[in-house]
């Protein structure tokens, strides 16, 4: 049997539960897809299972003259449509597991996006807050040296994610281009713009997250301007979004980080409480809003929410309290798929991740090709580039959904395991 036959049905795997892994979910969401597309067993298996995994010890020297033993992971998760593409995230954590989930989402989002990659994803067991510069430089140049064989400009490209940075980026650059010998800027994306990096680079996935809540609310017949929204994670991805959300007229009231969350329902002045948390590293003691528990933020009476934080916050457990008509993912797997069908059963519009938070990968994209080619865009052309990218997947995703009745997320996953079952049916089982 070839490997796209159908089967008379679909592999089933475990149903997630309220105790569910991120890999459970990201399997699942593969499972219902493959139902949609009726592939093999066999298929099925191929795309749940990551090509190429690395677990790495990584021990670190403490500037006191100690030593500490962190683990690293870099999985690829599909190569089929390119290099391996993903993030790199620094988090106490951070488990092999939930690597290999962020891996497939990263798969999904490069073919949904139709950009040339596979999905890869990689992890360190660190809490970057409770060490110096220094310390986070030897852990990313010892972790980059054990990973080495594996990642490359032709092989698997890390990027930012939670913990990491641009600074992050250029040790990586550095430690690579060291190794080889020569200066190799396409080893990595997200890194500083005087070394090759992107204009854009830093604010597309939330830039990408804010045109995908325009269009959202919109399809839902709510005006952008005068909309109200909460944002979970005022990280990277959730202070751009709730900047850029401002900036088009929705009023943002609360927003939380893992200390707990503030709200004020006249809106958040962004500017000054960016200021607060460069100040004092956290929202809580803004004196613009009151503080209000973390886990209600989600609950807000709004009409946006856009968790920008980490997996699984949207849960069966919380899902029914949570009223947003919209949900725009800003984070990877915020919602389990129980919570998908609680809000699908109460009418709310889930934009799923792998198209939601897909600017960051998409700009990630724009700096390799810019690297490989030297010559590089300016700001405008970067954006206006990554609004038509963002906005064709949006109706492309919208179009296909309505046509066969499925939700966002069901439409968005089936065409990219589509892509990606396409590329292996062309390619081919070798030997
Ligand atoms: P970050 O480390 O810059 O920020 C994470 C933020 O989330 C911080 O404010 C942190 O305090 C907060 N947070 C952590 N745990 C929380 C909790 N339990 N409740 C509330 N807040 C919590 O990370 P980031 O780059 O902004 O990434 C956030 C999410 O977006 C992740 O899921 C990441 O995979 C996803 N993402 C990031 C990018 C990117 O380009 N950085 C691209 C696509 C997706």
Not at 194 to 204: I, N, W
Not at 257 to 283: K, P
Not at 318 to 324: E, G, L, P, Q
Not at 386 to 394: C, P, T
């Amino acid at each position: 049997m070839s490997l796209l036959e159908a089967a008379p049905a679909p592999l089933v795997l475990p149903h997630a539960t309220p105790l569910a892994t991120p890999l459970d979910d990201a399997r699942s969401q593969l499972s219902a897809a493959i139902g949609v597309l009726g592939y093999s067993d066999g298929l099925h298996s191929l795309l749940a299972t990551p090509r190429r995994e690395m677990t790495v010890a990584v021990p670190l020297r403490r500037d006191d003259g100690t030593t500490r033993l962190f683990t690293g992971y870099r999985v690829q998760h599909n190569l089929s449509r390119g290099p391996a593409k993903g993030g790199l995230r620094y988090s106490p954590n951070v488990t092999l597991d939930e690597v290999r989930a962020l891996a497939m989402w990263m798969t999904w989002k490069c073919a949904l996006l139709d950009v040339p990659y596979g999905g890869a994803k990689g992890g360190v067991t660190i809490d970057p807050r409770q060490f110096s510069q220094p310390e986070l430089e030897r852990v990313t140049r010892r972790y980059t040296s054990e990973i080495l064989p594996i990642i490359g400009p032709e092989k698997d490209i890390p990027a930012p994610d939670m913990g990491t940075d641009e600074r992050t980026m250029a040790w990586i650059m550095d430690t690579y281009s060291v190794n080889v010998g020569y200066t190799v800027p396409g080893i990595v994306t997200g890194k500083p713009i005087s070394l090759g990096g992107s204009h854009g680079r830093a604010s597309a996935t939330s830039r990408g997250v804010t045109q995908m809540a325009i269009a959202a609310l919109k399809h839902r017949g709510i005006r952008p301007e005068g909309a109200t929204a909460a944002v979970q994670g005022f990280g990277k991805v959730g202070h751009d979004a709730a900047v850029f959300l401002t900036d088009a007229g929705v009023r943002v009231v609360g927003v939380s980080d893992q200390y707990g969350a503030v709200y004020n329902a006249a809106g958040l002045d962004c500017e000054r409480l960016s200021a607060h948390v460069a100040a004092t590293g956290r929202v809580v003691g803004f004196d613009g809003a009151e503080p209000i528990d973390g886990d209600a933020l989600l609950e807000l009476d709004v009409d946006l929410l856009v968790p920008a934080a980490v997996e699984g916050v949207l849960h069966e457990g919380n899902a029914s309290r949570v009223t947003a008509p919209v949900i725009v993912e800003g984070a990877n797997g915020p919602t389990s798929p129980a919570a998908d069908l609680i809000f699908a059963a109460n009418g709310q519009l889930v934009v799923p991740d792998i198209l939601a938070n897909a600017g960051g990968v998409i700009v990630s994209y724009f700096e390799w090709v810019q690297g490989n080619q030297a010559y590089w865009w300016n700001a405008a052309e970067v954006e206006h580039k990554l609004a038509e990218r963002m906005l064709a997947a949006w109706h492309q995703v919208v179009d296909y959904a309505a046509a066969r009745d499925l939700s966002l997320r069901a439409a968005a996953t089936v065409l990219a395991v589509e892509r990606v079952a396409e590329a292996h049916l062309l390619r081919g089982l070798y030997p």
